[in-house]
């Protein structure tokens, strides 16, 4: 078998997944439920939801962290998908790699700045937080004001070798995550890394920021129904949280301690776009751009792309957007290759989303069963998409592009395969 | 020599002492450089404020000064400035092509907002409902957007048009001794030609100062040199606000376009010491071997924040490291944050240049530097965690 790939780099193989979402924790509750065509969307109950226009989210309620703050929860999210994957890879609970991880800009939350304030003495609003801090006896609450933290009680539970790397693509920071560690391996920095997306930052600030930008649906009725992606009557994204592992290995070191190749990472691609803060460029050309580059660094052409696992987000312009870009790669073909979002029954994990569809495009190759796109009753004429329509499909997929477009101009998208080159 | 040698060919520095490579040589080699101070504005904490900035130099249009915040003002305009510096601005060709790795952590929070539900919350239990209540009706949309990491990369991509890749690293100065490091290797490999890499820190905001000394960080009586910050009762650090941005070019790509370069990166090295273990003068002492250091005098630009025990270590890692001239930088800018080892490689890289030492900042602690520094060290130990170290030598 050959090592390296037609650009003379090593093949990057995935050895381990884990994975944690609304729909449940591990592997085999999470691609069930998918397949089944699941919602984890419903009425939220971890906070008051006076004045909100969005009262619904896939969040991840059944954690002991999941009332615990964003911080605590984003970092058992990582830790639960991280132990997976390492054990699935047979590694015996030390990853001895480096670590790359997808996670979002989490601050002290509320109850944090609600308790210091109320330990001050001197000054007003936001100063009083200094008073406090000066005054106090412990150092309890910085962990939670410093932005490597997470990664480094994830480096120091499994035996990450190196400064781990926390990242931020918005959106597709998850698919940054599992670039960057596909890099480092090509580069042939390590034999192996561990790229993590986990998003536990679904909270009412979050919800509000979001609802400012029109960003969220607001069909709070019926919760299951809310997110429907590439449907005409969408209107918005569902706030969700969800954490995803995968350990990356070298084919070469894979085969040599004789682990299971689960897929290929074969290409990454990315562009950014410099057209505004939230909207992509009308012509669509860097997701164009993006799309193209992932199957060019595959060293594959379009047509040998057999199923897209969509960004998907149900926000009137992604979907649009998204369709208008895979036509512009794939042509008239688009019409036939299966085109379906994770996030119709998981919601948007942000932060994760990339790591969590990365995860659920290998399980679609090994299983041969495509998940669904639920909620599409009501199809946008505009996009003319097989979306795999609201029952799985069985199907034999030998590789999957996985888009992931973020804030901020990122878009980032993967190619992956069921065998090595 | 290699085509993909790690040049440094354009530098955006704004600092409490001004912006531009020349205004920060002059400034720092004069001989009288003094700290630039407000003591006053966040007291009982002293910090390094920003000088005067006209904005619409390196961000023209208005309506994008509008869409952020300082911190991302300050990164967007030095990003300008060292596009400006490398002969790239306005090269549509160049910019589209060009990899981008900007280290931050999160934007300025409103203070009034803030402010006025923790006031608020004084006289009500119903403090989830008081947060809704809030923020669904006094926060401004772009503020959010001011507020994510990420959107100082997507600014710089909007204002100036780099748009190869854009990918933000978080985590104070760990995140950019990872992304300066991931720069070099990504030239190395030939995977990059020219890189965007860089940071900015904006302490002037409440929240700034808080995370620093939650952990009891902070000096709190005022400005003192930075070797002896542990004899003080404060924590050490005096923080200041900077933005700092490098364009790393491949030797192959500056030499086709006849580019000068100020140096050459010759190795960049990290660690991520079990400081709690007790392991972090090792891991320095290790690093510097790593780095392969020149026999002889060397000149060190230290990033050391203050912090008692990761100054410390470092002092004794580097006096026990051979015959190095240290230079402690944050006594002139402050301690800035995610711009911190950027500061110190910029610094480097200007010593390199002018074949020319920085003389001592304290003097009677740091040792004078004859002669022209052929290999400079900048080093940054994370005031908390992560450390790094680049050895720069002449282009």
Redesign the interface.
């Known amino acids: 078998m050959k090592m390296t790939d037609h650009k003379g780099r090593p093949q990057v193989a995935v050895t381990g997944l884990g994975i944690v979402t609304s729909l449940g924790k591990g592997k085999s509750d999470n691609w069930a439920a998918l397949t089944s065509g699941k919602s984890g969307i419903h009425s939220i109950t971890r906070?008051?939801?006076?004045?909100?226009s969005t009262t619904i989210a896939g969040t991840v309620d059944f954690l002991e962290a999941s009332d615990k703050g964003a911080g605590a929860l984003t970092f058992q999210l990582a830790d639960l998908a991280a132990a997976e994957a390492i054990e699935q890879a047979g590694l015996d609970g030390r990853i001895d790699a480096p670590l790359f991880l997808a996670?979002p800009?989490v601050?002290?939350d509320?109850n944090a700045?609600?308790a210091l304030?109320?330990a001050g003495v001197e000054g007003?609003?936001?100063?009083?937080?200094?008073d406090a801090?000066?005054r106090?006896e412990n150092?309890d609450?910085?962990p939670a004001?410093?932005?490597?933290t997470i990664?480094?009680q994830l480096?120091?539970k499994y035996g990450v070798r190196?400064?781990?790397?926390?990242?931020?693509?918005?959106c597709a920071s998850g698919a940054?995550a599992i670039q960057?560690a596909t890099?480092a391996i090509r580069?042939?920095?390590c034999e192996r890394a561990l790229a993590i997306g986990a998003d536990g930052s679904a909270t009412?600030?979050a919800l509000?920021?979001f609802?400012?930008?029109s960003a969220l649906s607001t069909q709070n009725e019926r919760p299951e129904k809310a997110s429907k992606p590439f449907s005409k009557d969408r209107d918005g994204f569902v706030l969700a949280e969800g954490g995803a592992a995968l350990v990356l290995e070298s084919l070469d070191s894979a085969l040599s301690r004789g682990a299971e190749i689960l897929g290929i990472i074969r290409g990454c691609g990315?562009?950014?776009?410099?057209?505004?803060?939230?909207r992509s460029k009308p012509d669509g050309s860097?997701a164009i751009a993006a799309v193209s580059a992932a199957i060019e660094d595959a060293g594959m052409r379009p047509d040998e792309i057999g199923y897209v696992n969509a960004h998907g987000t149900s926000t009137p312009e992604n979907d649009k957007m998204e369709h208008m870009s895979l036509s512009a790669v794939f042509g008239e073909r688009i019409r036939h290759i299966p085109v379906s979002s994770n996030k119709s029954m998981i919601g948007h994990t942000l932060s994760a989303a990339g790591a969590v569809e990365a995860v659920f495009s290998i399980l679609t190759m090994r299983e041969g069963v495509i998940p669904p796109t639920i909620n599409y009753d009501n199809p946008d004429p505009a996009i003319e998409l097989d979306v795999v329509p609201n029952v799985a499909r069985q199907a034999s997929v030998s590789s999957v592009l996985s888009n992931s477009f973020?804030?901020?101009?990122?878009n980032t998208c993967l190619v992956m395969a069921r065998e090595p080159v | 020599m290699s085509e993909r040698d790690v040049l440094i060919t354009g530098l955006g520095l704004v600092t409490c002492f001004g912006e531009g490579p020349e205004a920060h040589w002059s400034a720092i080699t004069s001989g009288e450089a003094e700290p630039r101070l407000d003591s006053t504005r966040f007291a009982p904490y002293t910090i390094h404020p920003l000088p005067e900035i006209d904005w619409g130099r390196q961000i023209p249009k208005r309506g994008d000064q509008r869409q952020m915040e300082t911190w991302q003002r300050l990164g967007t305009y030095a990003a300008g400035m060292a596009l400006d510096d490398a002969g790239l601005k306005g090269d549509e060709e160049a910019c589209a092509r060009m990899d981008m790795i900007v280290s931050a952590a999160g934007g300025e929070r409103d203070v009034e907002v803030d402010g006025a539900i923790l006031e608020a919350a004084r006289t009500r239990e119903d403090r989830g409902v008081l947060v809704n209540e809030k923020l669904t009706t006094e926060l401004r949309p772009t503020l959010f957007l001011a507020q994510l990491s990420n959107l100082l990369a997507g600014n710089i991509s909007i204002v100036h048009k780099v748009t190869g890749s854009s990918h933000t690293f978080m985590g104070e100065e760990g995140s950019s001794i990872a992304a300066i490091q991931t720069a070099a290797a990504r030239i190395r490999s030939g995977q990059s030609s020219h890189v965007l890499v860089g940071a900015s820190f904006q302490t002037e905001h409440p929240d700034m100062l808080l995370g620093y000394d939650l952990g009891g960080f902070l000096e709190r009586e005022g400005w003192r040199p930075l070797w002896s910050r542990d004899q003080g009762k404060g924590g050490g650090v005096v923080t200041g606000s900077a933005g700092v941005f490098l364009v790393l070019e491949s030797r192959a790509r500056a030499e086709a376009r006849g580019q000068k370069a100020y140096a050459a990166i010759r190795n960049v090295v990290s660690g991520y010491a079990d400081r709690p273990l007790g392991g972090l003068t090792a891991e320095i002492t290790r690093m510097l071997a790593d780095l392969e250091l020149p026999s002889g005098p060397l000149l060190a630009i230290s990033g050391a924040s203050g912090a008692h025990e990761a100054t410390t270590a470092e002092r004794d890692a580097l006096s026990a490291g051979g015959d190095i001239a240290v230079r402690g930088i944050a006594a002139l800018f402050g301690h800035v944050k995610e711009a911190q080892f950027p500061l110190a490689v910029a610094l480097a890289a200007l010593c390199i240049a002018n074949r020319s030492a920085v003389p001592p900042v304290e003097t009677g602690v740091e040792t004078l530097f004859d002669g022209v520094p052929e290999r400079v060290l900048a080093t940054t130990i994370g005031y908390h965690r992560a450390e790094g170290m680049a050895l720069l030598e002449p282009a």
């Open positions: 906070f008051p939801l006076d004045h909100l996670s800009p601050e002290i509320w700045r609600f304030h109320a007003e609003g936001c100063n009083r937080l200094l801090a000066r106090a150092h609450l910085f004001s410093q932005f490597g990664a480094e480096a120091r190196g400064l781990p790397i926390t990242l931020s693509t918005a940054t960057l890099e580069r042939g920095e009412a600030e509000i920021r609802s400012l930008l990315e562009r950014a776009d410099d057209f505004h803060r939230t860097p973020g804030f901020g101009g990122q």
